[in-house]
């Protein structure tokens, strides 16, 4: 996540229950409470094929896969999304730096897991890498998978489900920034893929280059999702989505005791899907309202595509060395992968016709101001 003002303004307690087609990540499912906001949220958000010899010294075993085939029992539960995010913050990793050894080794677990997951390779000739060079000259990549929509009126529209996996280095290693969010993107990956297939293709994206790594106030940032929507892939072009879910710094639930689901003003595509979600997380709190263009999410929406953006205040050890795998809440960010697959869930199923509320070339990442 790119630098932010963290603004917490919460207003108008709304309780919402609608029906949608629900995946529970593992949990029991019950009520939840939600909140609704308005207003202007802003928060700065941001390959070889994995082998047996990739082992990283001292971290978490990241599993060997497609060669070893020793794919863990279950990413989905707190301890599978516990062993994600010690891995991808390991000091072995040194904050996922694009084109760095932990950078690389990040993406091999990445690729490994979706296949683990039965999640197709997005690119060409099977493979999960977009690669490209950032604007500082370091080669990195996107990793993609992709989950075929099995209705034919509607599986060439497209829903992303996005994460960065890259952080800053120099003793930041970015266990809420990004590392939850990409545990949260397997956890749901493998969930989703288990069936019954979506109505409409899922496109499983981790970003890189996300973060800016200067504090220059023109550095590029989101570099990563950029990439993606410029240079189309075949089948699986910007064009085609039609909704993004952003997930940002998952992991500090408590410290406002609430799940931020930015973009979900009064009247947006993602609210009703968010609202039934969390409907039926247990012992959740998610604030509805807000906007953000300070994310991957950037991408999407400057080019008029809806988007919801979770995330969770951090002010403790946002952008700090002290931002560790030890801190992250994984029970909290457990039930927050079930509302976040559930929404996009909802949204691959959904019977409405989502391709009418893309606006081609229209910045839709801002809440539009009352008409008078």
């Not at 309780?15 to 939600?34: E, K, M, Q, R």
């Not at 700065?44 to 896969?65: F, I, L, M, V, Y």
């Not at 993602?270 to 950037?298: H, I, M």
Request: with cysteine; glycine share 10%.
């Amino acid at each position: 996540m790119n630098p932010s003002a963290n603004t917490a303004v919460r207003a108008l307690t709304l309780g919402v229950a609608h029906a949608a087609l629900l995946f529970c990540l593992g949990c029991g499912c019950s009520g939840a409470a939600v909140k609704s906001t308005a207003g202007t949220q802003e928060p700065r958000s941001e390959g070889r094929t994995p082998g047996a010899e990739d082992r990283t010294p001292g971290a978490e075993d990241p599993k060997r896969t497609p060669e070893g085939k020793e794919c863990p029992e279950t990413g989905r539960d707190e301890a599978g999304l516990r062993g994600v995010v010690a891995y991808l913050a390991s000091p072995e990793l040194a904050g996922r730096v694009p084109g760095t050894e932990g950078d690389r080794l990040a993406r091999k677990l990445i690729a490994a897991r979706l296949e683990c997951a039965g999640v197709e390779p997005a690119m060409a000739g099977g493979s999960y890498v977009q690669p490209f060079t950032n604007s500082e000259g370091a080669s990195t990549a996107n990793v993609l998978g992709v989950l075929r929509g099995s209705d034919p009126a509607v599986a060439s529209e497209i829903i992303v489900l996005g994460a960065h996996h890259d952080h800053l280095g120099h003793g930041m290693l970015g266990a809420n920034d990004d590392a939850s969010g990409v545990a949260a993107l397997l956890a749901i990956a493998e969930r989703l893929a288990a069936g019954p297939a979506p109505r409409r293709t899922i496109l499983f994206a981790a970003f890189g280059s996300e973060e800016s790594q200067t504090d220059a106030p023109d550095a590029a940032a989101f570099e990563g999702s950029e990439h993606f929507a410029a240079n189309p892939i075949p089948g699986l072009a910007v064009d085609d989505v039609v909704f993004m879910v952003n997930m940002d710094m998952l992991g500090t639930y408590s410290a406002a005791g609430t799940l931020n689901a930015l973009g979900t003003w009064e009247g947006s595509v993602g609210r009703p899907f968010v609202e039934a979600a969390a409907a039926q997380a247990p012992d959740l709190d998610v604030t509805l309202g807000y906007d953000s263009n300070l994310s991957d999410n950037v991408s999407f929406c400057t080019r008029g595509i809806p988007y919801v953006f979770f995330w969770t205040e951090d002010t403790a050890c946002y952008h700090k060395t002290c931002d560790t795998a030890d801190r992250i809440e994984y029970s909290a960010l457990e039930q927050i992968a079930e509302v976040v697959g559930s929404t996009v869930a909802a949204a691959a199923n959904a019977t409405a016709d989502l391709s009418v509320s893309v606006r081609a070339g229209v910045d839709v990442c801002l809440e539009p101001k009352p008409t008078r």
